[in-house]
């Protein structure tokens, strides 16, 4: 037999590792950023839904009393809501809502609400 020193096997082998070990990390790559978009995902979706909630609980104040207390606060599972109600204006009633998550974010918005339709009629996202 005859002792053949050039070799094929290690090469070969050590392409295909490091192929592996491209594809496998990209894949990781992958699997963590779609982790993290799935996370603020839920997080925009559980913000929106506390300020969706709080407005039509100041709607329904609004129906019937005619006038919102100056502020409050709507607490929730993982957040609350603060709210102050500027002076209505004509027929226009500016509130500003501040959204504090437990887990550490803090969104403003503003919105304004037509007295005499006793709706929201604009949303404004401040930050």
Not at 55 to 60: F, N, Q, T
Not at 95 to 116: C, H, P, Q, W, Y
């Amino acid at each position: 037999m005859r002792r053949n020193e050039k070799g094929f096997t290690y090469p070969l082998t050590l392409v295909m590792l490091l192929l592996f070990l491209l594809v496998f990390s990209f894949k990781v790559e992958q699997l963590l950023t779609e982790r993290k978009l799935v996370h603020e995902t839920a997080v925009i979706l559980q913000e929106e839904y506390y300020f969706h909630t709080s407005v039509k609980k100041i709607e329904i104040a609004l129906q019937s009393a005619d006038a919102v207390p100056v502020q409050g606060m709507f607490s929730y599972q993982y957040g609350e809501v603060t709210y102050q109600a500027a002076v209505p204006i004509k027929s226009l009633q500016s509130i500003l809502f501040t959204l504090r998550m437990k887990s550490g974010e803090t969104v403003v918005a503003r919105g304004f609400f037509d007295t005499n339709l006793k709706r929201l009629i604009k949303w404004v996202e401040l930050n």
